[in-house]
């Protein structure tokens, strides 16, 4: 679970109205986000990363690696993201993957890991309990394939 519906929901995005997406990172690049931000990245945003980078479709924007790699100063660096959101309380377990544009942050929980080593994606604001969170998804790729059936629906 999780890699392959990432690979459909990608598919799916990229064919979405207003997609834009990479460069892909290479493994270089993601070995220093993970050591950059001290998490290890679930597999299903794993593969996102070495297939797309980050991305937008849709109106929406999801936050990955771009080619800077750790030093990008701004959105759609998951670096730059997670960073800024550390210095307002972010808890070190989540990495922000997407900003909806509320006071909230859709977030990777590698706190809360499953069998498969994949991370929930769930929804934190600032001051929130970490342990009573809203799940969005089980995993990256069944965040991302909900996402892009939305937008092609």
Same mark, same amino acid.
């Given at each position: 679970?999780?890699?392959? #519906?990432?690979?459909?929901? @990608?598919?799916?995005?990229?064919?979405?109205? /207003?997609?834009? +997406?990479?460069? !892909? *990172?290479?493994?270089?690049?993601?070995? #220093?986000?993970?050591?950059? @931000?001290?998490?290890?990245?679930?597999?299903? /945003?794993?593969? +996102?990363?070495? !297939? *797309?980078?980050?991305?937008?479709?849709?109106?929406?924007?999801?936050?990955?690696?771009?080619?800077?790699?750790?030093?990008?100063?701004?959105?759609?660096?998951?670096?730059?993201?997670?960073?800024?959101?550390?210095?307002?309380?972010?808890?070190?377990?989540?990495?922000?993957?997407?900003?909806?544009?509320?006071?909230?942050?859709?977030?990777?929980?590698?706190?809360?890991?499953?069998?498969?080593?994949?991370?929930?994606?769930?929804?934190?604001?600032?001051?929130?309990?970490?342990?009573?969170?809203?799940?969005?998804?089980?995993?990256?790729?069944?965040?991302?394939?909900?996402?892009?059936?939305?937008?092609?629906?």
């Amino acid at each position: 679970m999780g890699v392959d #519906e990432m690979k459909r929901g @990608l598919q799916l995005a990229q064919r979405a109205e /207003y997609a834009d +997406f990479g460069p !892909a *990172a290479s493994p270089k690049l993601i070995s #220093e986000a993970e050591e950059y @931000l001290a998490v290890k990245f679930p597999p299903s /945003y794993r593969e +996102f990363l070495s !297939a *797309a980078g980050c991305g937008s479709f849709a109106g929406r924007e999801i936050f990955g690696i771009v080619p800077d790699g750790v030093a990008a100063t701004a959105i759609p660096s998951v670096t730059f993201a997670t960073n800024d959101q550390r210095r307002h309380g972010l808890p070190r377990q989540f990495i922000v993957v997407e900003d909806p544009g509320t006071e909230e942050e859709y977030v990777l929980d590698t706190g809360d890991l499953g069998p498969d080593g994949e991370a929930p994606v769930k929804v934190w604001t600032p001051g929130s309990d970490p342990s009573d969170l809203e799940v969005l998804a089980h995993d990256f790729g069944t965040y991302l394939l909900a996402a892009a059936e939305k937008a092609s629906s």
